[in-house]
Structure formats: structure tokens, C-alpha cells
């Protein structure tokens, strides 16, 4: 059975940092992306950054490059969000993402693209 299990998220002042985890567990083989998203109150949630297992290619959205980098543990197989120099407009509730079993070829954040997805984590950037 496919399971994402996220974990990480709280409150945290501007420009400082957290780190989420997303735990993945019953996937088959490397051949599938896992993807960071975020929704806020009122607005549509939306893809933050992606990685292709297998190989590592990682894609991310431009509000957050420089700022956010997406792991992967392989012994454990848990991918991390690492957020670095966070802003108020970050604060959402953060999704981890995985697709079905297939070749990556071409990595897309967008949220149709994704098949199975965690509880996810609240993150709040406030002073």
C-alpha cells in the first residue's frame, strides 16, 4: 500500500528555516517523481518543486528558487523540503506528492500530474 507521511512543519520567524519530511513507503521501483506542494488559505495549491527519483533531476517553482532544495534520503527513501530564508507569503499547508509508477521524463509541478498524496504539514512564517 502506497503511504506518504509528511512531518516538519510549524511557526518560524522571517528568514528563518525549516525542514519537512515526507516518509514514502510501497512504491515498486524508483521510476515515479515526488513533488512539494502548498496551499493557502483561499488560494488553489500549488507546486513548489519535484523530484525524479530515479535520477535526481529536481525542478522548482520561481517563488522559491535559491531559497527551498528537495533531498532524498535513499536508505530510508524520505524526501525532504529544506526552506531556507522563509517569508511570510510561505505560510500554507504543505503537501508531499507522488506520481503512479512510470518513466520520468519530463518533471511538472502541476497538481493534476500527481496520484497519491500526504496529510500534509502547516507552515507558519509570522514575526
Known amino acids: 500500500q502506497l503511504q506518504l507521511v509528511e512531518s516538519g512543519g510549524g511557526l518560524v520567524q522571517p528568514g528563518g528555516s525549516l525542514r519537512l519530511s515526507c516518509a514514502a513507503s510501497?512504491?515498486?521501483?524508483?521510476?515515479?517523481?515526488i513533488g512539494w506542494f502548498r496551499q493557502a488559505p483561499g488560494k488553489e495549491r500549488e507546486g513548489v518543486s519535484c523530484i525524479s527519483v530515479n535520477d535526481g533531476r529536481t525542478l522548482y517553482a520561481d517563488s522559491v528558487k535559491g531559497r527551498f532544495t528537495i533531498s532524498r534520503n535513499y536508505a530510508e527513501n524520505t524526501f525532504y523540503l529544506q526552506m531556507n530564508n522563509l517569508k511570510e507569503e510561505d505560510t500554507a499547508i504543505y503537501y508531499c506528492a507522488a506520481t503512479k509508477e512510470f518513466e520520468v521524463v519530463v518533471l511538472d509541478l502541476q497538481v493534476a500530474w500527481y496520484d497519491y498524496w500526504g496529510q500534509g504539514t502547516q507552515v507558519t512564517v509570522s514575526s
Open positions: 510501497g512504491f515498486p521501483s524508483d521510476y515515479y517523481a
